[in-house]
């Protein structure tokens, strides 16, 4: 059972808007920053959100989070085929001293 | 071009011990934290261990603390991650993660392409 709870499948179709919830409290998502990740089937996982609302470089527009108090979702909005992935959101948790993650949720692009 | 680079992945007993390897190129090692996350054969990501830029600071996961030891050569550009009392429970791909800060948060944007470690009697 993960700290931080997502809902382990969503879908949507090309053009689309998803969102993805992620669940946590006041020691985690509430009082500090979350984090998406992304991993397409067979890679290694990618940094998809940094600190709340962040995006690396290359990261298009289309992915973005808002954030409320022990809540958080990642929205993607003109979904693509290349968009399915397994989605994993993050946070430092003040009461284990270090980073857990959800259980991830896959994405299907039907 | 960042590479991480892991090795050392093997299948071990229970109760064996185990080094793995991390080595980096392409950025300046010793200027970010490094993680360690493992994956468990179709189940999600956890994250593992933590070592800040100078190995003044360190971070496990509760499943791993007092048998797994993050630590780092700076001079060698290595990450490493000794587990002591491995257990059926530690079998996945491990991956090493480079951190975007040097006391590390969760920004961990390099990977490697992980090594699989199996504890199986």
């Known amino acids: 059972q993960s700290v931080l709870t997502q809902p382990p499948s969503a879908s949507g179709t090309p053009g689309q808007r998803v969102t993805i919830s992620c669940s946590g409290s006041?020691?985690?998502?509430?009082?500090?920053?979350i984090y998406w990740y992304q991993q397409l089937p067979g890679t290694a996982p990618k940094l998809l959100i940094y600190?709340?609302?962040q995006r690396p470089s290359g990261v298009p527009d289309r992915f973005s989070v808002s954030k409320s108090g022990t809540s958080a979702s990642l929205g993607i909005s003109a979904l693509r085929s290349d968009d399915e992935a397994d989605y994993y959101c993050?946070?430092?948790?003040?009461?284990?001293?270090?980073?857990?993650f959800g259980g991830g949720t896959k994405l299907t692009v039907l | 071009e960042v590479q991480l680079e892991e090795s050392g992945g093997v299948v071990v007993q229970p109760g064996g011990s185990l080094r793995l390897s991390c080595a980096a190129s392409g950025f300046t090692f010793d200027d970010y934290a490094m993680h360690w996350v493992r994956q468990a054969p179709g189940k999600g990501l956890e994250w593992v261990s933590l070592i800040s830029w100078d190995g003044s600071s360190t971070y496990y996961a509760d499943s791993v603390k007092g048998r797994f030891t993050i630590s780092r050569d700076n001079s060698k550009n290595s990450l490493y991650l000794q587990m002591n009392s491995l257990r059926a429970e530690d079998t996945a791909l491990y991956y090493c993660?480079?951190?975007?800060?040097?006391?590390?948060?969760?920004?961990?944007?390099?990977w490697g392409q992980g090594t699989l470690v199996t504890v199986s009697s």
């Open positions: 600190r709340n609302n």
């Open positions: 993660g480079k951190d975007k800060l040097r006391m590390g948060e969760l920004s961990i944007d390099y």
């Open positions: 993050a946070a430092w948790d003040d009461s284990l001293s270090g980073p857990v």
């Open positions: 006041s020691s985690n998502i509430g009082s500090n920053f």
